[in-house]
Nanobody, 126 residues
Framework: QVQLVESGGGLVQAGGSLRLSCAAS??????????MGWFRQAPGKEREFVTA????????YYADSVKGRFTISRDNAKNTVYLQMNSLKPEDTAVYYC?????????????????WGKGTLVTVSS
């Protein structure tokens, strides 16, 4: 079982930056057993994959829409994953969800991770 709590969302102007955090509490497995990802859902749209990071943090994956602007990282000692978002655009406005699964495929391919946070709202004004 993993509980995920996101923080760091808010209102920012276009071109600005935000850093999201996701604190995980895991029972039965260590945090480093999980691939971590971020997804987002804009109003009226389906949830979409944003980025993911492998168990040790050695590999990262990004949607084309955020590549070069967003950076995912993790601190396994702190059971936390981060999403640094730079050069934000109004189209980045969405609820951002942290997700976890032991399977990389479930996070980046099927987009069906077993654990989800409740989300944090990011609003980018033009």
């Amino acid at each position: 079982q993993v509980q995920l709590v996101e923080s760091g969302g808010g209102l920012v102007q276009a071109g600005g930056s935000l850093r999201l955090s996701c604190a995980a509490s895991a029972s039965g497995r260590t945090f480093s057993s999980y691939v971590m990802g971020w997804f987002r859902q804009a109003p009226g749209k389906e949830r979409e994959f944003v980025t993911a990071i492998s168990w040790s943090g050695s590999s990262t994956y990004y949607a084309d829409s955020v590549k070069g602007r967003f950076t995912i990282s993790r601190d396994n000692a702190k059971n936390t994953v981060y999403l640094q978002m730079n050069s934000l655009k109004p189209e980045d406005t969405a609820v951002y969800y942290c997700a976890a699964d032991t399977s990389l495929n479930h996070v980046i391919a099927t987009m069906t991770p077993g654990y989800w946070g409740k989300g944090t709202l990011v609003t980018v004004s033009s």
